[in-house]
């Protein structure tokens, strides 16, 4: 339902910066909240960013708040994930998703309903 991927393409390297987009078919972004999520190799996914459905509200994991932005733009229909400073620590598949009703901002994976493919981010030191 939700397609996530890295805007510019090319090597990731620490230090670096990635954007991270989501769209979505059918029902409009705009309807939902939405959230960013990680999953590691060997690891649970971790919630890494919330935001509202009009991006009056932001919520990040306390790990990535420094480096990590979340935002939406309603005109086209997208919502982005801006990593900077990358570290190898990052490395790991990034997903769009989002949540249940009243759920907005929750850590909890089993609260969101519509999840993206999901991109993969790998990060070389």
């Known amino acids: 339902r939700f397609s996530c991927r890295r805007l510019g393409g090319g090597l990731v390297q620490a230090g670096d910066s990635l954007r991270l987009s989501c769209a979505a078919s059918g029902r409009a972004l705009s309807t939902y909240d939405m959230g960013w999520f990680r999953q590691a190799p060997g690891k649970e996914r971790e919630f890494v960013a919330a935001?509202?459905?009009?991006?009056?509200?932001?919520f990040y994991a306390d790990s990535v708040k420094s480096r990590f932005t979340i935002s939406r733009d309603s005109a086209k229909n997208m919502v982005y994930l801006q990593i900077n400073s990358l570290k190898p620590e990052d490395t790991a598949v990034y997903y769009c998703a989002a949540p249940k009703r009243s759920a907005f901002g929750s850590q909890a994976a089993s609260m969101y309903q519509f999840w993206g493919q999901g991109t993969l981010v790998t990060v070389s030191s």
């Open positions: 935001i509202s459905t009009n991006g009056g509200r932001t």
